[in-house]
């Protein structure tokens, strides 16, 4: 069965730190990967995919993800973390190729001053 | 410009009612997509339509039925609404349903069933 964990269900981090929110998935192949963010009463954003080629990948916002295979994971990170960045951050996987995404539980955001 | 919207933003009523919510996109996408997030904000599939035609269709009750009358839109309609139907509704749109195309979201429909 497919699955994808969030680990961290909650993060909080001082204005200007780093970030890393871990996200690991169990399928046989290298599914597609995506990181989505949920601000409060809003909805989702693409923050940055994976599909093939480079393994660190760039997206919007300074955010930034690297695919291990071996690992089966598709972290992401951030290298200063601007208080704005605080929100809703969804791991997803597509196995099939057709665009349906299978969501991770989730990991709530706190940005302190 | 709004890319996909969706009506109501609030929706409450009671038990066994029958409630439908609207979206449009105006990205000129082929695929739209219908999610449910329940109050521990898990997000899961329910239908996607590409061209108006059904190709995802999870395991969700008969009594929810989507219905795009052309590409733009994908409306949602619920019958004999539950308790357990209480929850935030997404609709999303994409490019095709190729797997590597962005999804686009949008702000959400909270639904709540006394």
């Known amino acids: 069965a497919q699955s994808v964990t969030q680990p961290d269900i909650h993060i909080t981090v001082s204005e200007g730190a780093s970030l890393e929110l871990r996200c690991n998935y169990s399928?046989?192949?290298?599914?597609?990967l995506f990181w989505y963010v949920q601000s409060p009463g809003q909805g989702l954003q693409l923050l940055l995919k994976?599909?093939?080629?480079?393994?660190l990948v760039q997206g919007i916002k300074g955010f930034e993800a690297e695919f291990k295979r071996s690992q089966s994971s598709f972290n992401l990170r951030k290298p200063s973390v601007h208080w704005s960045d605080a929100a809703e951050y969804f791991c997803?996987?597509?196995?099939?190729?057709?665009?349906?995404?299978?969501f991770g539980t989730g990991t709530r955001l706190t940005v302190i001053p | 410009d709004t890319a996909v919207s969706q009506t109501p933003k609030y929706l409450v009523t009671q038990m066994g009612n029958d409630k439908s919510i609207k979206c449009e996109q105006n990205?000129?996408?082929?695929?739209m997509y219908w999610y449910k997030q329940d109050s521990k904000k898990f997000l899961k599939i329910m239908f996607s339509?590409?061209?108006?035609?059904?190709?995802i269709n999870e395991t969700v009750p008969n009594r929810f039925s989507p219905k795009s009358p052309d590409k733009a839109h994908l409306n949602l309609h619920i019958n004999s609404l539950e308790l357990g139907d209480s929850a935030v509704y997404f609709c999303?749109?994409?490019?095709?349903?190729?797997?590597?195309?962005?999804?686009?979201f949008g702000p959400g429909t909270r639904l709540t069933v006394l």
């Open positions: 999303a749109s994409s490019q095709d349903h190729a797997g590597y195309n962005e999804q686009f």
């Open positions: 399928y046989g192949a290298t599914p597609y």
């Open positions: 994976y599909f093939s080629g480079d393994t």
């Open positions: 997803a996987v597509d196995q099939t190729g057709a665009n349906n995404l299978f």
């Open positions: 990205l000129g996408h082929d695929t």
């Open positions: 339509y590409n061209n108006k035609e059904l190709i």
